[in-house]
């Protein structure tokens, strides 16, 4: 009996649920961080560390976490990271002040480390080369549907109930996620019940991953400067996100004075706008990459989406018109999975069967980028009074990852001296992709 509706495909649904989850924690204390800071009495450097204390947790963790997917499997690293950060989400409710707050975040970004990285492990296991970036798209496009979505559900918890509600009833929803995991999911597509036979061999044939055990060759990663660049530019391109993920509802409520209703509406616009930026890249990335090369064509995205972020900040901040402002910050979001997908599409690229630690890696790198936004852009502020003039900084940082990307080479991975150009497909498996 024909295979309707592809194994894959199915899988992908399951990991999009995974980051909608993760983003919809993730960005709930950033909602609330106006009513956080009044009860607790936090200036912005001080609720910049607490931001910080996520960022800095999430990046420690970012290797180990994709090391262990490597080893173990996705699926038990899965398991044991909902499950934790669900329990922390709930005792961010619990909080009592700065120090719990601090201790309580720092735990919380344990638990979500890893959830990018072994969602790329499960891609490179999961799918063919020639839609890598179709899969990691749907990982981009989970992180904006979860974070526009959140506003719309912890804004009105919040005023209805306090802040801490959100916190509890976002904790609960991620265990949902863990038995849905636990009962159905499998590392391997031969693992799967019920999947043809001809989608499990045209995925095993064409896929990034190669089932033999071998230790992650750090000695010669450490001097591949692809992977270098692309780590940097990675750390770089977080100043954006993490704007967007933590610091944006409080600068648009105390830096533009909207009211928490337009901040609500306005955050989660801009996320509609990046959950289009991942379908746009879902069909054109991996097209782009496939006409242009993967050398070419992951660079000039790369370069075109920081480059063009870094004007929109420099326009966001000079401009006194709220209006314009919320428009170039939406328009700026649109790039950001633009940027994410062609990120993770690199990680497995590059790192093939080990694509869950390069994507730690690169995670690692970028988590230290959001922890440094997330205590600087808090210090401008309260030195300059003036919400505006980190946007700069933030458009510098963006200007220098683009420049990085001149450097980055996702043809070759880094684990073979001689690495070619591996998008082919016969003809019959090119169909069966299509439809």
């Known amino acids: 009996m024909k295979n309707k ?23 709930c204390i950033s909602l609330v961080g106006v009513r956080i800071k009044t009860e607790f009495n936090l200036s912005n450097t001080q ?10 947790a999430y990046a420690l963790f970012e290797i180990p976490a994709g090391i262990l997917g490597d080893r ?40 979500e480390a890893g ?16 839609e890598t970036s179709k899969g990691t798209s749907w990982l981009m496009i989970g992180s904006s549907s979860g974070a526009a979505i959140a506003p719309l559900i912890v804004v009105p918890l919040a005023v209805a109930y306090g802040w801490r509600a959100p916190f509890f009833v976002n904790g609960l929803i991620g265990l949902v996620w863990v038995m849905v ?30 089932s033999h055990e071998q230790k992650f060759p750090w000695s010669i990663a450490l001097k591949n400067r692809s992977l270098w660049a692309l780590a940097l530019a990675s ?44 379908l746009f890249s879902a069909f054109f990335i991996d097209r782009f990459v496939k006409k242009k090369g993967i050398k070419l064509g992951r660079r000039l995205i790369g370069m075109v989406a920081l480059g063009v972020m870094g004007l929109l900040f420099i326009t966001a901040a000079i401009t006194t018109s709220n209006a314009i402002a919320s428009a170039c910050l939406m328009f700026c979001y649109f790039f950001i999975p633009v940027n994410g997908i062609n990120y993770f599409s690199a990680c497995v690229d590059i790192g093939k069967n080990k694509a869950g630690t390069v994507a730690g890696i ?31 900084v933030v458009a510098g940082v963006l200007f220098a990852g683009c420049l990085l990307w001149l450097l980055v080479d996702a043809s070759k991975p880094f684990t073979e001296k001689n690495a070619v150009n591996v998008y082919k497909i016969t003809a019959g498996e090119e169909d069966f992709v299509r439809n």
């Open 235 to 278: 750390f770089c391109s977080q100043w954006a996100l993490y704007f967007f993920i933590a610091w944006m509802p409080v600068y648009l409520q105390e830096g533009r004075h909207f009211s928490e209703t337009a901040m609500k509406f306005t955050t989660s616009y801009l996320f509609v706008v990046g959950i289009i930026g991942g």
């Open 181 to 210: 995991c636990f009962v159905w999911f499998k590392d391997e597509p031969g693992e799967m019940k019920n999947i043809s036979e001809k989608e499990k061999l045209l995925i095993e044939n064409n896929r990034r991953f190669i």
């Open 115 to 130: 959830a990018f990285p072994n969602g790329c492990g499960t891609i490179s296991r999961w799918f063919p080369v020639a």
């Open 47 to 56: 609720f910049g560390y607490v931001l910080g204390a996520f960022a800095l």
């Open 72 to 111: 173990i499997g996705q699926k038990k690293v899965f398991i044991r990271i909902v499950i934790w950060w669900s329990l922390f989400t709930v005792l961010t409710g619990a909080t009592t002040g700065f120090i719990t707050l601090i201790f309580t975040r720092f735990l919380f970004g344990m638990g």
């Open 362 to 392: 690169i995670n690692f790198s970028g988590s230290m980028g959001a922890f440094f936004l997330s205590i600087v852009f808090g210090k401008i502020a309260d030195v300059t009074h003036n919400f505006n003039t980190p946007l700069f």
């Open 5 to 27: 509706f592809p194994y894959r495909y199915r899988v992908l649904i399951m990991l999009f649920f995974l980051i909608l989850i993760t983003y919809l924690d993730r960005i």
